[in-house]
């Protein structure tokens, strides 16, 4: 567990940019520590936010899980990279990431080392992926710099999302790090946060198409959601 604050009253959204920071040198700290185990393949650092998500102790805090197996989805991604390459010759998170910023229109925020964006396939109401411009395989690669600019962006991004219906967005963080061994070469760190809400007073539940079959089908277009977001912040 890391606490991200002593505040009891005190969101992630609600830090300053150094406290961010500093939450970003814990997470880069564990990563590597927790990377150097040999019972480890997969580090995932993640934050759970709101009632609506499951959290029972509110204390802004979050959680890192060191699997000594690859978990499904990062598996999926991974077996998906590397049919990618095979094909394209290049890594498909970097190429997911150069589409995005020539598009532009799913682009929510950025900065000089990182781009917030809306996927084009958003399974969620609300869905922001933020990627680094470097391609790194986790946290503890980051510079100095690509720190401070993610501490930047990522606490615009949750100012956006706290605006989208005036009070506090229940949310999913969850750190995308390449495997520790098998693979590596083939992920892009990368942070994806998402939202079970779809209005105000609605929540997304994964009905007939999302349990039945896996298909998730969304009633807001990534490009509408990322404009909102961008209004918000302006």
């Known amino acids: 567990m890391v606490c991200f604050t002593s505040d009891h009253n005190q969101p992630f959204t609600k830090l300053s940019q150094g406290q961010a920071r500093l939450v970003v040198d814990t997470w880069a700290d564990r990563t590597a520590e927790l990377s150097a185990r040999p019972d480890v393949e997969h580090v995932f650092p993640f934050e759970n936010r709101g009632r609506e ?75 922001v992926h933020l990627y680094p411009h470097r391609k790194v395989a986790d946290i503890a690669e980051l510079s100095g710099p690509e720190r401070d600019d993610f501490a930047q962006l ?6 956006r999302l706290d605006g989208l219906y005036g009070d506090p967005l229940p949310y999913i963080a969850a750190w995308h790090q390449a495997p520790v061994r098998i693979d590596r070469e083939l992920g892009y760190l990368h942070l994806e946060v998402l939202s079970i809400r779809r209005t105000a007073d609605k929540i997304k539940y994964l009905a007939g198409s999302e349990s039945g079959m896996g298909a998730f089908i969304s009633d807001t277009r990534p490009e509408d959601v990322a404009e909102t977001l961008r209004k918000v912040g302006s």
């Open 154 to 159: 990522y606490l615009d991004v949750l100012g």
């Open 53 to 127: 998500i499951g959290v029972t102790l509110s204390h802004p805090h979050g959680q890192i899980y060191a699997y000594p197996f690859l978990p499904p989805r990062m598996r999926t991604l991974i077996d998906r990279a590397r049919e990618y390459q095979a094909v394209a010759g290049s890594n498909l998170f970097a190429d997911i990431l150069a589409a995005e910023r020539k598009e532009g229109t799913r682009v929510v925020a950025e900065n000089d080392n990182w781009t917030a964006f809306v996927p084009e396939a958003a399974r969620w109401p609300v869905e």
